[in-house]
């Protein structure tokens, strides 16, 4: 990936979205919002600053499925992330990448490659 993106982190627990914004600066990426329920999220979609997002499955007020069909409407890609998420993706989201916690630096690199090469 050659362009930096604005990427849209959608995380309910703070210390982890600092640590994904911290691997999205380190590489060359801009954060364009972050949000920790599906209320903000929305907001932020609304603003329609993000090229991608990286979407927390349960959000602090509850699963992010009305977050991810906002996003595939305005056409944002975006990877889930997920620690142990047992339950599938409903099915108009079962083909979107996944990122696995505990994240890593490499992790979210090749989440991002994988958005970029769809």
């Not at 590489?27 to 979407?55: C, K, P």
């Not at 595939?72 to 079962?94: E, I, M, Q």
Request: net charge negative; glycine share 6%.
């Amino acid at each position: 990936m050659t362009a930096p993106l604005r990427i849209l982190v959608i995380e309910d627990e703070p210390l982890i979205a600092m640590m994904i914004e911290d691997y999205l600066d380190l590489l060359g990426h801009v954060v364009a919002g972050t949000a920790d329920n599906t209320t903000d999220a929305l907001a932020r979609l609304d603003e329609g600053v993000a090229d991608a997002a990286i979407l927390d499955v349960n959000l602090r007020d509850g699963p992010c499925w009305r977050v991810a069909d906002a996003l595939s409407a305005r056409d944002v890609p975006f990877v889930l992330a997920t620690g142990g998420h047992v339950v599938p993706p409903p099915a108009a989201h079962a083909d979107a990448p996944q990122l696995p916690k505990p994240f890593t630096l490499d992790g979210i690199k090749q989440a991002l490659e994988t958005l970029a090469a769809r």
